[in-house]
């Protein structure tokens, strides 16, 4: 099956700073497509985490995304980005993408403080996070 990305995900994907090597976290991954694109983008040395806080959500990206995980580029976790935290020796992310997640939009303001102290000790100091709006994405400060 030929890997089809939506123009929305694709201006998504091209308006973000990435280059090879770089390690990203996608919060809200649904069933993976801008994943998969995001991995493309870092390859070969980067590394792309993609949470959601559905376990069928995580289950279909796993399922269309099996030779970037069976690579080493992508990992899959059932998170919510609320209390999200890097396992053990994981070491923290270069920036982080949210499309359509409503604690980080404005949808759902009464989570945000906790989802931005989470992004915080999950990224590196210089990290940065984009979420939907703008043209096509905003900057926030973690």
Do not use: K, N
């Not at 053990?88 to 409503?102: F, K, N, S």
């Not at 989570?111 to 000790?121: I, S």
């Amino acid at each position: 099956m030929a890997d089809r990305l939506s123009p929305r995900l694709r201006a998504v994907a091209d308006a973000l700073p990435l280059q090879p090597g770089i390690r990203v976290l996608e919060i809200g991954c649904g069933p993976g497509a801008l994943a998969r694109e995001l991995v493309r983008r870092v390859e070969p040395d980067g590394h792309v985490l993609a949470i959601d806080r559905s376990g069928t959500a995580i289950d279909r990206a796993r399922s269309s995304a099996q030779r970037e995980v069976a690579d080493g580029l992508l990992d899959l976790r059932r998170a919510d980005v609320e209390t999200f935290m890097l396992e053990p020796g994981e070491p923290p992310y270069d920036l982080a993408v949210a499309i359509r997640v409503g604690v980080l939009d404005g949808r759902h303001p009464e989570g945000e403080e906790a989802a931005r102290a989470a992004l915080r000790d999950a990224l590196v100091p210089s990290g940065r996070l984009y979420v939907q709006g703008g043209d096509p994405l905003r900057e926030l400060a973690p």
